[in-house]
């Protein structure tokens, strides 16, 4: 079975950088495109990120877009999640997810998720 494991949360500084990886275990990705979405606490899961199967295409929300970048590598079965110029409104837990539906930025259209790896950005 498909499992999903993120790393590489902290706390940062408002302006710096972070890079989140999510590793997948048990399973393929074939087929799978991929995504990051965070979740503050009271609010609903926020599509972030997403990636194709191919990686060829990528999407972002216009609040990270120029600042964030998604990345995968099928060979190492991983994805990841570089983050610069973080603001204190991108603090919340990043979950990495995947779907069969590729370019997807509905949580509900995800099957499989990550447990989560916490980001905060002091001001």
């Known amino acids: 079975q498909l499992q999903l494991v993120e790393f590489g949360g902290g706390l940062v500084q408002a302006g710096g950088s972070l890079r989140l990886s999510c590793a997948a275990s048990g399973y393929t990705l074939s087929g799978y495109a991929m995504g990051w979405f965070r979740q503050s606490p009271g609010k609903e899961r926020e599509f972030v990120a997403g990636i194709n199967w191919s990686g060829g295409a990528t999407y972002y929300a216009d609040s990270v877009k120029g600042r964030f970048t998604i990345s995968r590598d099928n060979v190492r079965r991983t994805m990841s999640l570089q983050m610069n110029s973080l603001k204190p409104e991108d603090t919340a837990t990043y979950y990495c997810?995947?779907?069969?539906?590729?370019?997807?930025?509905?949580?509900?259209?995800?099957?499989?998720w990550g447990q989560g790896t916490q980001v905060t950005v002091s001001s």
């Open positions: 997810g995947t779907t069969h539906i590729s370019g997807s930025f509905r949580a509900a259209e995800y099957d499989r």
